[in-house]
């Protein structure tokens, strides 16, 4: 059983060169030269992407989340700018460097977008940010484009609220609903949930182990896995790993800053009996920090066979 570790976004070991900077839309127009603004920190963003996928690839990191932000504004009605003829060659070029590396790439909007919504306002912002995140990974052509979407809304009760995510799927693109994978929550959703909307839908699911633990109404995990695992058909399904800010149910839902090594080692027991390769997405505060202090630990108190940076074999 082959298990590659990931991270996403921001990496910790370069955060001192500000790779990725943002641009209100308050402050685009302060600038009275906004789109000059804008464009300065769209090449900005996109040279740091270069580096961080440089840094990723040095280090054996075989996996990554981008940035959803890396376009200021792209999405935001009031500003007229054809950012894709802009970046477009830029990102093939980036995107040839990904395919080159086999790196695995995917995106996870921020928790604005929420396609089962029932504001119509916030469904429709939704589907123009993922038409803008399904944009990005084609100029990059990333082979097998990923976004990651939680269900959403519980708003009138689980039912509905999946009744309405199924709706608005629908509404999507042909070419998007195929990049689309959906996780369970940690309030709401769970993987018995989570896991039903996927197989009607046909997409493939994301466990997150955390959120799980946080929300499971008592469904075993093992029985679970096996359809979770099956959703993917023969691409290697993807899991997300994180530790509790602290053990206070106040903060239990947050995420930790590292991961806990032995409640990872434990997981990794859970995942052994089914012998599936897997890609791990750490999600710490502390990003490829966490992922490499994990590293270090499970070499320390396992006998993982390491073979790379980032990849063991159990």
């Known amino acids: 059983m082959l298990v590659r570790l990931g991270y996403a976004v921001i990496s910790k070991t370069l955060e001192a060169q500000k790779l990725f900077r943002t641009l209100t839309y308050t402050n685009y127009l302060k600038e009275g030269t906004g789109t000059k603004k804008l464009e300065e920190i769209i090449l900005h963003n996109l040279n740091g992407l270069e580096e961080i996928l440089k840094y990723n690839v040095k280090n054996n990191i075989h996996f990554y989340r981008l940035s959803s932000s890396l376009i200021p504004l792209a999405t935001h ?9 802009k970046i477009k060659d830029t990102l093939q070029h980036i995107g040839s460097y990904i395919n080159a590396n086999n790196l695995r790439i995917d995106t996870h909007p921020d928790q604005y977008c929420v396609l089962n919504s029932v504001r119509n306002e916030v469904v429709l912002a939704s589907i123009q940010t993922l038409k803008y995140e399904a944009s990005i990974l084609n100029m990059l052509k990333i082979k097998k484009p990923l976004i990651i979407l939680h269900v959403g809304s ?7 609220g999946i009744k309405r995510f199924k709706h608005n799927f629908l509404k999507l693109d ?14 709401v959703y769970n993987i018995k949930d989570t896991l039903s909307l996927c197989e009607d839908l ?7 182990y955390h959120h799980h633990i946080c929300n499971n109404d008592n469904l075993d995990i093992n029985t679970y896995l096996p359809k979770i695992f099956a959703t993917w058909q023969k691409a290697t399904p993807k899991i997300h790993f994180s530790s509790p800010k602290s053990k206070l149910k106040r903060d239990f839902r ?6 806990n090594v032995q409640d990872f080692i434990a997981f ?3 995942l052994k009996k089914f012998n599936q390769d897997v890609d791990i997405m750490i999600e710490a505060k502390m990003k490829d920090e966490a992922l490499f202090r994990l590293v270090r630990e499970l070499k320390y108190l396992t006998n993982y066979n390491f073979i790379d940076d980032t990849s063991f074999i159990i």
């Open 268 to 270: 990794m027991q859970i």
């Open 77 to 85: 009605n009031n500003v007229d700018y054809d950012y894709e003829s």
């Open 154 to 160: 519980s708003e009138g009760g689980k039912e509905e």
């Open 202 to 208: 046909e997409v493939p699911m994301i466990l997150d």
């Open 254 to 259: 947050a995420h930790h800053d590292y991961i």
């Open 174 to 187: 042909n070419e998007i609903r195929k990049m689309i994978a959906i996780e369970n929550d940690d309030k």
